[in-house]
T-cell receptor, first 113, second 116 residues
Framework: DAGVTQSPTHLIKTRGQQVTLRCSPKSGHDTVSWYQQALGQGPQFIFQYYEEEERQRGNFPDRFSGHQFPNYSSELNVNALLLGDSALYLC????????????FGQGTRLTVV | GESVGLHLPTLSVQEGDNSIINCAYSNSASDYFIWYKQESGKGPQFIIDIRSNMDKRQGQRVTVLLNKTVKHLSLQIAATQPGDSAVYFCAENIRAGGTSYGKLTFGQGTILTVHP
């Protein structure tokens, strides 16, 4: 079992560009959550997908959007990148009803220059 | 507002000592509290969780204590080892509309350094 896999591991983008990050959940998991972790801070909840729909959303602007595919994998899209979007983006997967058994991927380090 | 915070940002201990990492929370609607360990370059790794209707839970070398009266959570690590060096986060699971969906709110983290 490969666990939660995220791609790419590192990414450098220019202000104003758009970025897409990808996540494959752990086998057997159907729920994917995305978190943003700024340097020296704890992860902050962006949104959660279940059954291909956004189920919950944190305090992030509409520039942050996502998608979940029928195979439960997910994408995080960020438009009009700002310098402040530089962070580690974490994907966590879990099974419906097993809310505390979330497994995190190693993250994608996004740097906006 | 909703927040989870830590009293100590750094903790240094000697190998073999017991470590205690503390956390304060403010949201009474949380139904689970979870401790994560995050090593450099990795995502958070689940350590142990505790339901809001419990006050103590033990795992392998770890114990979590929950004091709902003062909204305080602690993680105790017995016989701390150099491999325990990492950043430790407490997180609370916020119920939404009466349902637990797994929206986690994390504290800022405590850096644990274990000296051989």
């Amino acid at each position: 079992d490969a666990g939660v896999t995220q791609s790419p591991t590192h990414l450098i983008k220019t202000r104003g560009q758009q970025v897409t990050l990808r996540c494959s959940p752990k086998s057997g998991h159907d729920t994917v959550s995305w978190y943003q972790q700024a340097l020296g801070q704890g992860p902050q909840f962006i949104f959660q997908y279940y059954e291909e729909e956004e189920r919950q959303r944190g305090n992030f602007p509409d520039r942050f959007s996502g998608h979940q595919f029928p195979n439960y994998s997910s994408e995080l899209n960020v438009n009009a990148l700002l310098l402040g979007d530089s962070a580690l983006y974490l994907c966590a997967s879990s099974a419906q009803g097993r809310v505390t058994e979330a497994f995190f991927g190693q993250g994608t380090r996004l740097t906006v220059v | 507002g909703e927040s989870v915070g830590l009293h100590l940002p750094t903790l240094s201990v000697q190998e073999g000592d017991n470590s205690i990492i503390n956390c304060a929370y403010s949201n009474s609607a949380s139904d689970y509290f979870i401790w994560y360990k995050q090593e450099s370059g990795k995502g958070p790794q689940f350590i142990i969780d505790i339901r809001s209707n419990m006050d103590k839970r033990q795992g392998q070398r770890v114990t979590v204590l929950l004091n709902k009266t003062v909204k305080h959570l602690s993680l105790q690590i017995a016989a701390t080892q150099p491999g325990d060096s990492a950043v430790y986060f407490c997180a609370e699971n916020i119920r939404a509309g009466g349902t637990s969906y797994g929206k986690l709110t994390f504290g800022q983290g405590t850096i644990l350094t274990v000296h051989p």
